[in-house]
């Protein structure tokens, strides 16, 4: 299903929008706004993330903007549906890191425009930096401090770790690695718990198969990245297995290769078919990598923006082509979308394609004049156009959508949109 250039609804539901965006503008939002919206639109938007309830789709996706317990507090505040913590680097008990390379402070990160093939702008973040570089006992305490912050909020932690991936040449896997890492993590999720009953509540995490990945030799033969995608969810689960409360959700965390869209549709399919070792949840897709272009003197940088956007949709309309066809037989796997999202429009085209959840990184980071409320911080300002823009947000969109599809609409839910592309 497409979706059209501007929304069609009832006149009385895009008046109470256009009045929403103005006076929230000045004065804040309201305090709760699932409450808001399920009373004065009649619109239920809890959603799912690792097919774990959510109050609301939207997340802080890994990176720069989730690396402090003050940036958390921010999201927390805001009302954010989660947040993805900053990706670490997985060590062993020894301190070793094999994706050690990954460790990079970054020197500058320029938020700018950027064209698309289609002729269509957006935004992307240039830098050189990858994965966590601070030591490994602050991140953990990172995880200890955002779930104590987060607590009795609604909003969810998730713990993003970037693991060892075996070259074409290497045969071995660093179980050590996956071991230590994981149940140090587990452990620090649960010394951040605060309530008596979130005890038994999952943990979800995330694997990061980040876009510099792409442009490194790991990368380079298929049949490898197909292993990892194949292994990785097994070897982290054994790591916690038979541990208190080791009941965690694993996510991979996808991302574009140097391939073609076929590749990445078997990418998809590979861990669809899986067998008791599927993830029990993936984020599509991380960011486009370009090997030859620079950045202070350093060759390769990842980027986003409608290009990125553009692939993701069109590989996630393959792979709904491929079920439709009875290629995939498995049932769905819960999935997080990530990709250019900077509008409320296009959240709901991820959704149209099965997506739960959403996490963005780039639209938290544009320069302020972008966002026209004037109160808040920068996560409510964002969240504000991304709910309330008469044009481009996601009420008017999801009340597009829903109409359109003829969904039942006492209360319209968000989940029936983004269900129905798997029935
Ligand atoms: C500066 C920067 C740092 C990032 N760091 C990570 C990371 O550590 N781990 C990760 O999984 N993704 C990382 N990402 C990818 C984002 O989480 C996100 O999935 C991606 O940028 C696509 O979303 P966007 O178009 O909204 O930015 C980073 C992205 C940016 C721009």
Redesign the pocket.
Known sequence: MTIPKSPAIPEKIQQAVQRDYERFAERGGPTILEDYLLEDYGLDISAEYAGLPLKNPWGK????LSMTARQVEEDVAAGMGFVAL??VIAEDPTGNQSMGAWAIQEAR?VTERILGQSGETGWT?T?KGR?WWQSFDEYLKLIGDARRLASGSGTMIVP?CKYHLPSSEESEWRKEEYEYTTQKILEAWQSGDQSSTASSTPMAL?K?F?PTLAGSDRASAQEKILEWLRVVPRLVREAVQGRPNGDIRIGL?MFNALFDDEFQLAMLKAIHAAGVDRPDFYVYA??LFAPDREFDGHKGVAF?GPD?SDRNLRVLDRFTEARNRSEVVEPPINFSA????ATGRMAVEYALRGATSF?????FQLPADQYSMKVGNRTQRALHELYFHPETGFIVWLFDTALRMGLPSKPLRFMDVARTTWQ
């Open positions: 996706a890994s990176g720069q900053k990706s990160m973040v830098w994965g993003s995330e990061d980040s965390k991380n960011r986003g990125l990530t990709g250019n999202i996490q963005l990184h780039t639209y």
